[in-house]
């Protein structure tokens, strides 16, 4: 995948906490427009992920890029880049978002 089709990629990623291992090596790749789902049982590393991929937590070990955006390297363009997206996300005024969905869901049913 070249880097203008890559929304995030993620190679070897790893979080250590002491000898615990909360994230192992992990390797993801999304292209742009692509739904992308993260799921796993409770502790299996994915809160940590997110927070690593936001630079609210820095990685142990390993590389990751968001929208071009090397984590490492220039973590403030990432910090950016999420404040950009939950700007983006509060102006579409999704309160209620969730009440419209389930009665959504039982009119479909």
Known sequence: MSDTDSAIEVRALTKRYGEYE???????????????????????????????????????????TVAGADLLADPARCAALRESARQRLNALNLEGAGDRLVDLVCALR
């Not at 993801?28 to 692509?34: K, L, Y």
């Open 22 to 64: 909360a994230v192992r090596g992990i390797d993801i790749s999304v292209r742009r427009g692509e739904v992308f789902g993260l799921l796993g049982p409770n502790g299996a590393g994915k809160t940590t992920t997110l927070r690593m991929l936001t630079t609210l937590l820095r990685p142990t070990a390993g590389t990751a």
